[in-house]
């Protein structure tokens, strides 16, 4: 078994199935506007603070894509402010949601349609990658959570796990990163999806950016003999 798919099993029998994208507010999985919202509210940001974003559109009745794109810039940034920058993040939203209703009539379900289809799904994030703050990790994650696109999602947490075991090359561009976990992985969206909540999950609770907390992390087993890499 390949060094990746060997830690996809140690995270997985670890931690377990994430169930994502998880709903901000209820308990299960969100919807697909809500993914979009939280996975542009996310960039720089705690999921803590997304979440008590969302509430707060929810509470002022500004969640949906008409809303958001009728409100003025300066109300919503007060309301998303938890996920700040709020002027950044306010902009980028509006910018999503004109760009639904221009591209898409107002309908996910029309952007998403058919991205199962790796070609189809390169196309919609080509779209993506032009509108306003969306960059590539941003248009995979609503891809591959909301439509099962098979796109596979690069962060900052999974470049730090490969650059402390040595696996492969963490400075890469983004898309010959995402191409490396590809090529490891089954080649099956479940995966995908799974592996990337996998690596956050272990980014978050053992392999911090000041410090690897490798005593008791489901991926110890695979670092170098020297410890960590750095
Ligand atoms: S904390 Fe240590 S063992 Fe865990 S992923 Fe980071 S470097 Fe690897």
Same mark, same amino acid.
Request: proline residues 4%.
């Given at each position: 078994?390949?060094?990746?798919?060997?830690a996809y099993r140690l995270l997985h029998d670890a931690y377990g199935p994430q169930g994502w =994208?998880p709903?901000?507010?209820?308990? %299960?999985v969100?919807?697909?506007?809500?993914? $979009?919202?939280?996975?542009?509210?996310?960039?720089?940001?705690? =999921?803590?603070?997304? &979440?008590?974003?969302?509430?707060?559109?929810?509470?002022?009745?500004?969640?949906?894509?008409?809303?958001?794109?009728?409100? +003025?810039? +300066?109300?919503?940034?007060?309301?998303?402010?938890?996920? %700040?920058?709020?002027?950044?993040?306010?902009?980028?939203?509006?910018?999503?949601?004109?760009?639904?209703? +221009?591209?898409?009539?107002?309908?996910?379900?029309? /952007?998403?349609? %058919?991205? &199962?289809?790796?070609?189809?799904?390169?196309?919609?994030?080509?779209?993506?990658? *032009?509108?306003?703050?969306? *960059?590539?990790?941003?248009?995979?994650?609503?891809?591959?959570? $909301?439509? *099962?696109?098979?796109?596979?999602?690069? #962060?900052?947490?999974?470049?730090? &796990?490969?650059?402390?075991?040595? =696996? %492969?090359?963490?400075?890469?561009?983004? #898309?010959?990163?995402?191409?490396? =976990?590809?090529?490891? /992985?089954?080649? #099956?969206?479940k995966t995908?999806a799974e592996t990337h909540a996998l690596l956050v999950r272990v980014?978050i609770e053992?392999?911090?950016?000041?410090?690897?907390?490798?005593?008791?992390c489901p991926l110890?087993?695979?670092?170098?003999?020297? *410890?960590?890499?750095?």
């Open positions: 078994m390949s060094t990746i798919r060997l =994208w709903a901000a507010t209820r308990s %299960g969100a919807d697909a506007w809500e993914i $979009a919202v939280g996975a542009v509210l996310v960039q720089h940001t705690s =999921w803590k603070n997304v &979440v008590r974003a969302i509430a707060n559109l929810e509470s002022a009745g500004a969640m949906s894509f008409t809303a958001i794109d009728a409100i +003025e810039p +300066e109300a919503l940034a007060q309301i998303i402010r938890s996920a %700040g920058p709020p002027n950044v993040k306010a902009k980028r939203l509006k910018a999503f949601a004109r760009f639904l209703v +221009e591209s898409h009539g107002g309908s996910m379900d029309a /952007l998403l349609d %058919g991205v &199962v289809d790796r070609k189809i799904a390169l196309e919609r994030r080509s779209q993506l990658l *032009g509108v306003h703050g969306v *960059g590539p990790e941003t248009a995979d994650a609503i891809l591959l959570y $909301a439509g *099962g696109a098979p796109l596979f999602v690069v #962060d900052a947490y999974k470049r730090r &796990v490969m650059r402390r075991h040595g =696996w %492969g090359d963490s400075t890469a561009k983004y #898309d010959e990163v995402a191409a490396f =976990w590809r090529k490891r /992985l089954p080649n #099956d969206v995908y980014g053992h392999c911090h950016a000041s410090r690897a907390k490798c005593e008791g110890q087993a695979l670092l170098p003999n020297s *410890g960590p890499l750095e």
